[in-house]
Structure formats: C-alpha cells, structure tokens
C-alpha cells in the first residue's frame, strides 16, 4: 500500500533505505546475533566491515538498552563507525538469544539499521518506529520465509 | 496548563540516535494524547549530563545515571509502549503541577 510520492521526478528524490532480511540466522549468543544482524547491512553494501563490531562495543558499553520492547533489538552503531548509506536489515532467529535485559529477553527478532550521517535516518527510523506500534514485529514473526521479511519491511519504511 | 511555557523533554539512550529516536516519538505520541505542550528531543546519556531538561525518559540502566538531572525521571523498559509512558507522565506531570 505504497502511495505514488507526490511530483516523483527520476532522480529528484532522495534514494530510499537499503532493505536487507535474514531468515533463520543461528547465534550462539547476543554477539553473535548483533553481528550477523549488522553483517546483514555490510553484505548490502550499506556499512563498512567494521560496523558488525561496532554494534557489539555499543551494547558491551552501554548495555543491553536496544532491546527496545519484548524479543526485539535494534542493532546500530554510530554513523562514523561504517555507515555509507541509510539502511535497515530485519534477521529472525532460528532460536532466541538473551541480552540480559531486566524486562524484554529473550530476542528473537533484530531490526539493523546504519546512516551515513546523524540526520538522514530520521525520516526512514521514525517511519520504523510507527510501524513497530502498528505491530510490524508480529508481522515480522509471521513472515513465511527471507523475501517475505524483506517485502514485510519495505511496506513498512517510507521511500523504500 | 500550569506551565506557562512549553515543557522541555529528553529521550535518552547510549548512542542518542536511535533507540530514544523512537522513544522521543512514543513520547510524542502520549504527550499528544495528554493534551501537553511539550518539545522532546532525543540524545546519549553522556550529552544528556550537559542538559537541563523538565522530564528525563530513559531506560533504568540509562536514568540510574543521571537521576539529578531533571525534576522528574521517568523510567521505562518498552520504549513502544505509549501507554505505559502515557501514565506515568500523566503521574509525574500532575505531581508536579504541571499537568492539571
């Protein structure tokens, strides 16, 4: 249910996030779901190889607080850690991991995302966030494999 | 409303940009629905030392940090749930009188 974006011109608008999904990604533990959540963007060209580590050092220093809501975890570091494009990665584990969070472990669902700059994620970030309490993690859940993530995601962002 | 000037609110997380990104537009959303004038901004913590904000809203490992910060700290752990945030603004504003 995408709406035509008013006077689309080619090449006027800004280009939209990069999407990127991951179905059934093993992890022996929280690292390792960032990672492979982060990897998601790398592989997609929208980060650095170093961005995956990044977003490891982000919860080893300021705890697990990206686990936003119940089984969900927002994966990301700051721009300058390997941001090259605004993008947005969903990974679904094949078992849940704990972050040691007090209220909302364990996780199964990770949303990345990486920006080039500290601005240019906000309209596609706040269009995430309206979503996600639209219950875009339920629909997350129920997607029945990697391409129907993907196109779970990109109704969901704008522009995308 | 007993404020006579617009509330002044901080999101808080570690990185600053994405997780109280979305916590800023929760509270947004319950702010909206209280009828409060409000400006929310969304930050990391250790910017957040620097700030004189009314209303500090951050997670428990985050709000621990700077508990003197703001006359009111609220703290919360589901970053999506308008509601909850919704009553404990509701709660906190009134103590203050700012919310009548």
Redesign the interface.
């Known amino acids: 249910m995408t709406a035509p974006s008013e006077g689309a011109a080619t090449g006027s608008a800004a280009p939209g996030p990069v999407v990127a999904a991951t179905d059934g990604a093993t992890a022996a533990d929280w690292r390792e779901a960032v990672r492979r959540a982060a990897r998601a963007l790398v592989d997609a060209g929208a980060a650095g190889e170093g961005y995956p580590e990044a977003c490891v050092r982000v919860v080893e220093e300021n705890g697990p607080y990206i686990v936003l809501t119940k089984g969900l975890a927002l994966v990301h570091a700051r721009p300058e850690e390997g941001g090259l494009a605004v993008g947005v990665g969903v990974t679904r584990l094949a078992a849940p991991v704990e972050f040691g969070h007090p209220d909302n472990d364990p996780v199964d669902l990770l949303l990345a995302f990486c920006t080039p700059d500290p601005d240019a994620h906000v309209g596609t970030l706040s269009g995430l966030a309206r979503a996600l309490s639209g219950g875009l993690a339920d629909r997350l859940r129920a997607a029945s494999g990697e391409d129907d993530l993907a196109s779970i995601l990109k109704e969901a962002l704008p522009n995308a | 409303m007993a404020l006579d000037r617009q509330l002044e609110i901080l999101a808080v997380?570690?990185?600053g940009?994405?997780?109280s990104?979305?916590l800023k537009?929760?509270a947004e959303?319950a702010l909206r629905s209280l009828g409060v004038d409000a400006r929310v901004e969304n930050t990391d913590?250790s910017t957040a030392r620097g700030m004189s904000p009314d209303v500090v809203i951050?997670?428990?490992?985050?709000t621990g940090e700077i508990a003197d910060l703001a006359p009111v700290v609220i703290t919360i752990?589901?970053?999506?749930?308008?509601e909850g945030l919704e009553a404990q603004l509701r709660e906190r504003l009134t103590e203050q009188g700012w919310l009548a």
């Open positions: 997380c570690g990185v940009m994405g997780s990104l979305m537009m929760t959303d913590v951050g997670q428990g490992m985050h752990s589901d970053f999506l749930d308008k």
